[in-house]
């Protein structure tokens, strides 16, 4: 984000607008503009709804990815070696190959007078357990270098930490 190189996002939760993407993190994080944290000491019944909603997710992700990591040991080793671009691919290749092989037991389990997507209770554990792989979003990342002064504004910004409870405040109201 600081060198520019993330998808340009607009958008506005309760009439506030944004425009960086944020994750859902633990409380070992920094309390960044891009990540947001569960609130530990719930004040209210909306606090305890976005802290549980947040929990929820984040358990989702590991399972996703114990699921990759338990079929593809190459998501298990230290990644130092690798590039940026090798590591997507990786990824991306397990995600969809997880995904190829999820519809795949799902059209064995299913016994064929429906076409619809229907939760089928014959469907294995496995194939319920179908990866998220992203929105379908354009991603045009920005091209050449750009300034030490973008650069370090982009830093500050990323790193205000009053945007930060905004945030997190204006999700526990949108929820």
């Not at 969809?96 to 795949?104: A, F, K, P, Q, S």
């Not at 037991?105 to 997507?117: C, F, K, Q, T, V």
Request: net charge negative; proline share 5%.
């Amino acid at each position: 984000m600081s060198e520019g190189k993330s998808p340009q996002l607009d958008y506005y939760i309760n009439d506030r607008q944004y425009n960086m993407g944020y994750y859902l993190a633990d409380d070992i994080y920094p309390k960044w503009v891009t990540l947001v944290q569960a609130i530990p000491n719930c004040k209210n019944n909306a606090e305890k709804c976005f802290t549980l909603h947040q929990e929820a997710y984040q358990k989702d992700i590991e399972r996703a990815f114990d699921i990759l990591q338990a079929w593809w040991k190459i998501i298990k080793e230290l990644t130092r070696r690798w590039s940026r671009e090798n590591l997507d691919s990786i990824i991306m290749s397990c995600i969809i190959l997880h995904n190829m092989i999820v519809e795949d037991e799902r059209d064995e389990n299913i016994d064929g007078e429906s076409d619809d997507d229907e939760d089928d209770p014959n469907r294995s554990r496995r194939a319920r357990a179908k990866i998220y792989d992203g929105p379908n979003l354009p991603f045009n990342p920005r091209t050449g270098s750009i300034s030490l002064n973008e650069y370090m504004k982009r830093y500050k910004m990323i790193r205000f930490r009053p945007t930060n409870k905004y945030l997190q405040e204006d999700l526990v109201a949108y929820l």
